[in-house]
């Protein structure tokens, strides 16, 4: 009884928040999630941080049962919201965090974003030249900056193509095209922006469901979709594959 | 569904990216609060009005500070007799020119490094402007909450001390405490008496750890919670307004700078971590635009108008925000209008 009586109750407010974010973190990068949620070159950034949480939270966890009294410097901090709703925000965010599984993003995100033209709208212009690769080795983004530096289709007819995305169905394209599409991050889910190349097929989209993940191999040609001169591939295989663990491109 | 599944991920996605720049911040201005003493630095600074605002919106740099810890710090600096212009401009340009928040901007904006550049540089260009319209005003006492204005110095030769500090050591009525630069009222607010003395004199390193820790909870625990809140808007924002209206907003040279000055303003997002989600708009909004809200955001915004109120009076504070609204819209305006960037 006299535990529970000397227990610290802000303290304990204070420890699980900061334990339960620093494994939320911590689980995204378990579960593999994180690359979903961001590009890989910061992953480290996210797990260092879920590290330094738990840190403080154990840190926390010290002083449950022994009160120490504010020091003076912290008393002096200019508070905003009230503690407690602050505290509230971060558990219901944190157990939210632990619970929900994120997912990427898909055709019907690709479609609202907008996805037909490869040269968009103000779309940020980068400052840096693309290595040249052979065509058959592109993967999407590279084709799409490929053909932002020299739009025009012609220039590509005939050259091999080998691609791997998920699939779109553009709702105004005849019943026999569809479009390869993947993700773009420069640095996390919050600036994707999805590519794509249309494809034309011999058969029936249904085939494959939106949202499925293919391989396509094939060659480039031009044609005119929608009303608009396009480079398209004509596949010679498409195969069902699974999804990738990172879903987008970089 | 799937638009509640895309924003959850969005949202999600900003809190990841962001949680440890916030950290890393909360941690710098803890560590400041409790370990430095800014008075040795004011002895260093120069003067002259100009060069004061400019040193004082480059003290960022030693100081890496978000808009919610540079108010206690520029505070702390008027209260210790720096020069108004210096106060200022550190005020208004450190939350952004140092180097957690280059850092930032810089993985944030991969693609266009010259957002980061065009950002320090248009703040520091601004926060010294507003800092020499501010030194223009000699006593800036009745600019200052009474509570901190008593112990600035008044800029007209000294009137004859009344008991404290000249020959006399006897104590006056309500005196507390005789220190080396003058006597500490027992009846002045304990957060000013607080902010006056150096921070925490005399205590072990692990009493001092203890401190620093103790106040990154605090500051995490409040800005945690703001960026919650700043990363669900900028989430629903992209998932549930309609496209169509955004691109059109975000279009017009000056219809974007306006809209995304509102958003930093609402928003209230913490300059660690604004620039990711300024990145969220960046691919529909005019580059100009993303700079006026990278800019303009943590100079002032809906939060830390409470906090430059602790400090300022009402009427200072409307002065502080009309100057660098305006010169934020006008510049921004030229960098949309003028440049091809």
Known sequence: ???????????????????????????????????????????????????VLVGMGLWRGVTLFRPTPPSASAGAHIALLPRQWSLMVLLAIAVFGLIYVPRPFASDAALARGIADPVALTRSQPQQFARQ??????????????????????????????????VIHPPQWDDNYLMVARFVLTCCAADAYPVGLPVELTGDRAEFPPDSWISVQGEMQTETLDGQRRLVIAPQEVLTVPEPKNPYEF | MSQLNQGLTLF??????????????????????????????IAYTPKNPVLAAISGSLFGCLFPVCE??????????????????????????????????????WIAFRDQPAMVFWRVGLTILISVIIACVFSVQKDMRPFLQPAIARYLPSPEPKPEPALVGSGSNLLSGGDFLLQSTGTLKLDQPMMATLGATTALPQQSWRDKAQAVLEMMLQEFRELGAVLVFGSAIAATVQVAIPREWILDLGQGPI???????????????????????????????????????????????LKNISLLLTTFKGRAVVYLFVLAAQLTFVLTLAVNLYTSW
């Open chain 1, 1 to 51: 009884m006299k535990r529970i009586r000397t227990l610290y109750w802000p303290a304990v407010w204070d420890t699980l928040a900061l334990l339960l974010w620093g494994l939320m973190l911590l689980r995204y990068w378990w579960s593999g999630r994180l690359a979903v949620l961001l590009h890989p070159d910061y992953h480290w950034l996210a797990i260092g941080a879920g590290w």
């Open chain 1, 133 to 166: 690769t052979p065509p058959a080795e592109r993967s999407l983004i590279d084709w799409i900056r490929t053909l932002n530096v020299y739009p025009e289709p012609d220039a590509y007819t005939d050259q091999p193509v080998n691609v791997t995305g998920f």
């Open chain 2, 12 to 41: 999600l996605s900003l809190l990841v990216e962001a949680t440890p720049f916030l950290l890393l911040g909360v941690a710098f201005s803890s560590m400041l609060a409790v370990l430095v003493d800014e008075r040795k630095l």
């Open chain 2, 68 to 105: 919610c810890g540079n108010v206690p710090v520029a505070r702390r600096l008027l209260m210790q007799g720096a020069p108004s212009a210096l106060a200022i401009g550190f005020l208004l340009a450190a939350p952004t020119v140092n180097p957690i928040v280059f850092w930032a901007t």
């Open chain 2, 255 to 301: 219809t974007s700078i306006l809209a995304m000055m509102l958003l930093a303003w609402v928003v209230s997002i913490c300059s660690t971590v604004d620039s990711f989600f300024a990145l969220s708009f960046s691919s529909i909004f005019t580059s100009g635009s993303i700079l006026a809200f990278l800019v303009f955001g943590p100079m002032i915004d």
